[in-house]
């Protein structure tokens, strides 16, 4: 197949989630024999688009559109005078735009693929032209904005819950107006369907990753060495990373002092609890994923893939997440990882692990057979080939 992939952001470096998704999905279409093309902005200010091209050569052809975000100010105003969430208008750019109508004259495609909503406004182009679109949806963006309305300040609470209906509503139009909609996790795909009806075409097709990575050499302070990795700009990360350092960390230090929590992402900080370290985010991905640590996933909401989780499985490092995380994942506790709901069950969870190695190498061994059972990259491509071979064969029903 021909394959127009339209992106919000580039799949390299794969610093985050949404572009290790991204990465894994390009790999593994070509080495099923798919010809991809990428089109994604390319901020040159933060980014080198000649080094994004060439870590991408040989994966997929590349077309980086040079541009850069709308403006916060500027897209609030336009937000504020319009029923378009202000995350669409800042990834609406006229360059990806131009270059989608550009390549699809160019070229043949059987199918376009637009990655997460921001992307599906730079997909008209190809909707107008008659092509199918593929809508995949690494999270429910409203779900996101509605957790982001736990602000304190009410000037901030009104504003994301105001930004999350709206929201509500451009994704029910996209849903509605894909070919199909794919949906990394069932909990994402109900909630879809809760929005755009019962009618919606939306398939489950989970996050592809490989089943086997080699951990990080370098040596962590602690015993045991516990690691989290923060985002700043990630608000439902922020907000897992410092309610953990806050809450569970202090009480998981009393009952194991000899343990030293790792925060990768955030080099600085103010915050000087006990037992806890500082990182910058790593060079290299394994060094935050180093052999005999503990990954920490505390995140809370209910949305989306906790890709950490599955590279912590791949490094084959235990993991103790909280029961939103085990629920995206479809995890049990105990087989998987362990599931702690509070300070006391992390606290429980790091003091079980600690005295019972062979807890940590079943933990191991099971996240390992979650990842060939439900994220073997050959696996995941032959779903997203059956949603793409039904898209193709949709009539067209677009308004």
Known sequence: MRILLVATKTPWPPIDGGRLVLLNTIDGLRDAGHRVTLIAPVDGRFLDGELVRRNLEGRCEVHLPPAATRGAIRSLVQAEVSRTPVTIIRHSLEPVHRTVERVIADGQFDVIHAEQQQAFAGSQPARRAGLPVVLRAQNVESALWTFASRYRS???????????????????????????????TQFDADALRNLAGPEARIETVEAPFVGRLEAGQISLEGDPAVVILASRKWLPNRDAVWRFVGEAWPRVHQVLPSARLHVFGISKSVDRSPGVSWHPAPDKSADAFPSGAVVAIPSRHPTGVPMKCLEAWARGLPVVGSPEAAEQLEADDGREMLVASGSEHFARAMVMLHENPGLKDRLVDGGREALKQRHDPAKVVAKLEDVYREAIGVPETRT
């Open 154 to 184: 009410a000037f901030l609470k009104a504003f994301f819950r105001r930004e999350a209906g709206k929201l509500a509503a451009w994704e029910s139009e996209c849903v509605r107006h894909a070919d199909a909609t794919i949906a990394l």
